[in-house]
């Protein structure tokens, strides 16, 4: 067990639930193994207490914080830098304390390239389909629109409040040079563009624990020789995943974007190269272990 003591840096999660939160799990583990004087703690901050709350990180020289729903987009304003990809996002996930200024930054993006990545899913020239245009759809949209513009390809946004998708579309569009769509989530607008996809990414809460019997795409729209992904990662394999998987499909789990970004995160704070075994192996441990799933 790790000695803590005067000299324990700590590094926390503020949001509102984060009572089963994976993150000091994840971050634990990798401290431990890379023997760092560290600790990560989640605290439950309600939307009226954000100022508070980090006004008090601040005043005690917190080294670094993740940042989860409900606080990723109001939390801008009370930062004193913003990374410039985190900015275009406009959501802050990760903080670092650099010399008493909080500098945000945006992991979710990069953790979900990562994810696709190393499951062998190749980007260029794909056709890309995203459900859900909130701080996850943004981040990932963000992240694919920064690589499509290298090597080609399109994607296409879906969400139930169609203004916010045609928003993002707007704001990737003249950021980078690459072909966007945002339409409505609807079945029929989902059964149209769905026939010429290759990657189709979940980025909602729809078939998260605890209503797991959910799905936000039908099965039959899916096609075996697609991609796909679900952010959400209780449970480990959502009804989207199993019924992909049953059509012959490639799936991507939530888990794996989880511990990516956690490990980008890990990357800003401490400089050093993040133990992913380590981080992966507690997150699952504690996944499978859980009688909720």
């Known amino acids: 067990m790790r000695l803590i003591n005067g000299k324990t840096r700590l590094y926390c999660l503020i949001g509102d639930p984060v009572q089963h939160s994976l993150s000091p799990i994840i971050h634990n583990a990798a401290f431990e193994k890379l023997n760092i004087n560290a600790v990560y703690l989640a605290f439950n901050v309600s939307k009226g207490n954000l100022k508070k709350a980090v006004d008090g990180l601040r005043s005690l020289n917190v080294a670094g914080f993740n940042v989860t729903m409900p606080h990723k987009v109001s939390i801008l304003s009370l930062l004193d830098r ?11 996930n990760t903080v670092k304390n650099v010399d008493g200024k909080l500098v945000g930054y945006n992991t979710d993006g990069i953790g979900a390239l990562e994810a696709l990545k190393r499951n062998g899913v190749k980007l260029e020239g794909k056709k890309v389909a995203i459900v859900g245009a909130g701080g996850a759809g943004k981040a990932i949209a963000f992240a694919l629109a920064q690589q499509l513009e290298k090597f080609g390809g399109e994607i296409t946004i879906f969400n139930r409040t169609v203004e916010k998708a045609v928003w993002l579309e707007k704001s990737l569009t003249e950021t980078f040079d690459v072909k966007v769509k945002g339409l409505k989530l609807s079945d029929l ?26 799905t936000p795409v039908s099965k039959n729209l899916i096609k075996p020789n697609m991609v796909v992904f679900d952010v959400i990662y209780e449970p480990l394999k959502t009804r989207l995943l ?5 059509r012959g499909a490639k799936i991507v789990r939530g888990v794996d974007m989880l511990v990516y970004q956690a490990a980008k995160a890990f990357e800003i704070w401490i400089k050093k190269k993040p133990p992913i075994k380590e981080m992966f192996k507690a997150a699952l441990r504690t996944l499978k272990s859980s009688k909720e799933l």
């Open 242 to 246: 199993t019924e992909a998987e049953k």
């Open 189 to 214: 607008n989902l059964k149209n563009e769905l026939k010429n996809v290759d990657i189709l990414i979940n980025a909602t809460s729809v078939g998260m624990y605890p209503s797991t019997g959910k």
């Open 82 to 92: 913003i990374d410039s990809l985190a900015e275009k996002i406009g959501a802050v």
